[in-house]
């Protein structure tokens, strides 16, 4: 792994990871974590209860703004830094392999990121989302792994998908034991 490369997973998992200093009453999207639409699985948990809507939708005005990086200038500098070093390979890549418009579709989102105050409230603030994160880290996560000559999957992860396999055969063979077996039991 060169240098630069180490350097750009370093700036990229600060870059994905910078949140989790976040105190939980900010805002995502203009959404607090405790509103709801109001249906749990297709029912109403409203349905006895009075319209109140203007009361739900009523937002503090003294609640901090999130800002990118948590406003750390050098964290900043670092982003664009790894963000020029991304395109410069995306670049390299259509070069070498032709156009790939999803690639590019997804390199013009990330960085158009950049170009809000406040990213999260932005028409491609989805990606800051975690469930929008979640399989970008998965697939850097494997390839980090991957340089350094490791399994792409982490030893734990894969003990766990073994077992829920397993799980899977002895039900699938009728062994009935297996229904008083949990794997998610053991992970919490």
């Known amino acids: 792994m060169t240098p630069s490369s180490n350097l750009s997973s370093l700036c990229f998992c600060c870059f994905l990871s910078n949140d989790v200093d976040m105190e939980v009453d900010h ?6 974590e405790s509103s709801s639409n109001g249906f749990l699985n297709g029912t109403s948990k409203h349905a ?5 809507c203007d009361a739900d939708m009523e937002v503090e005005s003294t609640q901090s703004k999130r800002q990118l990086c948590g406003g750390s200038q050098a964290a900043i500098e670092r982003m664009i830094h790894f963000g020029r070093e991304v395109q410069s390979m995306s670049e390299h890549l259509r070069r070498e392999c032709g156009k790939n418009s ?8 990330a960085f158009s990121l950049l170009a809000y105050s406040d990213p999260w409230s932005s028409p491609v603030g989805y990606q800051l989302d975690a469930v929008q994160r ?5 697939t850097l996560n494997s390839a980090i792994l991957e340089t350094h000559n490791l ?5 734990l ?5 073994q077992a829920a396999q397993c799980l899977a055969i002895m039900a699938r063979t009728g062994i ?13």
């Open 27 to 32: 805002f995502t999207n203009g959404v607090t």
């Open 48 to 52: 006895t209860e009075p319209d109140d």
């Open 102 to 109: 999803a690639n590019k579709k997804m390199l013009k989102d």
């Open 134 to 138: 979640e399989p970008v880290c998965s």
């Open 151 to 155: 399994p792409k999957q982490p030893p």
């Open 157 to 161: 992860a894969q003990a766990v998908g």
């Open 176 to 188: 009935g034991s297996c229904a008083f077996a949990s794997v998610d039991d053991y992970l919490h």
